[in-house]
Each structure stands twice: as C-alpha cells, then as structure tokens.
C-alpha cells in the first residue's frame, strides 16, 4: 500500500543519512527520530528530512521513547518507519510494531515502489531465495542493513523544523553512569575497496598483513562473522553478511573466506571479488570473479611486495 510519510530512526549519523536518502526515493514526507538534544538535531539538519524531531536521553534510554514516536507515527493516517538494522534498533522496532499493531519486517536487502506498494525484499533459508513482502496495513515497520541505498548522490535543503517530540518517554530504566564505547569508524558501506578476512586467518596477529594490504589498495578491512563474532579479532561493525553489512565495492580481497551463504549475501553486490583460499572447493570461487587457490600466508605477502 501507499505510504503519506515515512519516520526514519537511527542511533548513528551516517545510517540516518542513508536511511533519509533512501526514504526520500519513496516519498516526500521524510520525519528523522533521533535520540539526543536540540543540538544534536541540528547538526543533522541536513539529513534530508522535512522534520527532525530529537528525544532527550539524559535520564533514559531510546526504548523508553517506543510509546511517544508511536503516537506521532499515528498522526499519519497511513505511514512507514524505518531503522537502521543494529540490535537497538531491532528492540525499537518490535515496540514500535506493537504500539502501532503491526508486522515488522527485519534485514530488509532491497526497498521498492512497485504499483503503489512498497515492496520489501529478505534473504530467506539462509541466503538460499528471496522473500518479497508488503505491508497491508495502514503502518509498517523495517530495520535494513547499511548500502542497501547505495551511495548518497542528492543533497537536500537545511530544514528548519526541529522540534522536541512531545510525549514524555516511559522510563523503565535508571541511568546512572555513560561509558561510551570507542569506534573505529569504518564505514564499509560506502568503501570502494575492501579487504575480506575468514576464517583461514590463523591467528590475530596475522591481521597486520591484511591492514597492510588494505593501506597499499586503499580499502577498508572487513570480516566474516566468526572473526568478530567467535574470535572478537574484529569490532562487530566490521562485520559483512546476511545479519551485518551489504557491501557495494568496486573491488573485494576475500582472504581465506571460505564463502558460507550467510557471507556471500554480504559481498554479492561487489563488482569485483577476487578470492585466495587453499580450498579448491571453497564455495567462495563460485562467486568470485578472479581465484586463487593457494596459501594466503605466501600470496598476500608477495602482493604486498609487488604493490610496495
């Protein structure tokens, strides 16, 4: 069905300017949520939203304000929230769906207008098909993955209409100390090149020739899920897959990944995919574009000379 308005929330600047960007392919009437003072709001005037509406968290969390953002959803006769796909984000967004008495759809691959609905598209069976759904309701709930969008090629007009959401948020928790958690920044989503690390890494220490190819192409590094699930070599951020990030680059290093559909459906999108592994058999040759079957351990190190 046809939505009026569309209310995008993210916890993180950079997934709210996508999810704007990618709203606006959508509709016109864009509402960015976030959580944080006026000030806050302000430095993201430029999101592409008609409206920033900012939810002080001094004394709660974002959760607490599920009830509040539900009201102001249903002041539209009939409209779509989207979120970024982090593990907040998907808490919220189950609230959401149930204030707003309706399905949410999570790890969204792909958002269409496809005759007047809005059509969203999931790996399903573990990267196996494809699942087409829309909502037949008047609301709807998605969480997606970073890149779905694409790259941000549209600037938009300052808006000037920021306002303080005007419900108060049911705290259900105390909060009585902040310890931010340090980020690395990486931005996989929009990188061009990256460097992609698997299981056949032996061990952490072996990162530093990975990070030292990356610096020498220019790329990002990433990783499939065990590396920073498993072994905590890598923030989870780092993470590409079915559950993590889509990544579009112009050109992949796959680094004994063994090539699992959960991770492929990360890195499918890539223009380019070359994959060393010394499994003939690895899954991740019938998805690559260039292969090399051989030990990473002699291969990366006479990349690293040759490109030195």
């Not at 309706?102 to 809005?118: K, R």
């Not at 072996?206 to 990783?223: H, K, T």
């Not at 063994?258 to 060393?276: C, D, F, L």
Request: proline letters at 4%.
């Amino acid at each position: 069905m046809p939505f009026q308005s569309i209310f995008v929330i993210s916890e993180k600047k950079e997934s709210l300017y996508e999810l704007c960007f990618g709203a606006r392919k959508l509709s016109d009437q864009v509402t960015a949520v976030i959580f944080g003072d006026r000030t806050a709001a302000e430095n993201v005037a430029d999101c592409g939203a008609k409206c920033v509406l900012y939810c002080p968290t001094e004394s709660c969390i974002p959760e607490d304000y599920c009830k509040a953002i539900a009201s102001e959803v249903k002041k539209s006769p009939c409209a779509l929230v989207l979120l970024n796909n982090s593990v907040r984000s998907r808490c919220i967004a189950g609230k959401l769906g149930a204030y707003l008495d309706t399905a949410v759809i999570t790890c969204a691959s792909e958002i269409v207008a496809d005759n007047g609905d809005i059509v969203c598209k999931r790996t399903v069976y573990g990267g196996a098909a494809i699942s087409s759904q829309a909502f037949t309701g008047s609301y709807g709930v998605i969480t997606v993955g970073n890149g779905i969008f694409g790259d941000i090629d549209a600037k938009y007009p300052v808006t000037e209409k920021i306002e303080q959401i005007s419900e108060k948020p049911e705290c259900t928790v105390k909060i009585i100390a902040r310890n931010e958690k340090k980020s690395g920044g990486t931005n996989l989503a929009a990188a061009k090149r990256i460097v992609d690390v698997g299981r056949g890494l032996a061990s952490e220490e072996d990162l530093d020739m990975c990070n030292q190819l990356a610096s020498l192409l220019d790329a990002e590094v990433g990783c499939s899920r065990p590396v920073a699930e498993n072994n905590k070599w890598m923030p989870i951020s780092n993470y590409i897959g079915l559950t993590g990030t889509t990544v579009k680059p112009d050109l992949l290093f796959a680094l004994g990944v063994s090539g699992q559909v959960q991770h492929i459906a990360g890195i499918n999108k890539s223009k380019v995919i070359v994959a060393i592994n010394k499994d003939k058999n690895a899954p991740i040759f019938k998805n690559a574009d260039f292969g090399i079957v051989g030990d990473i351990y002699k291969i990366v190190p006479a990349l690293i000379k040759k490109l030195s």
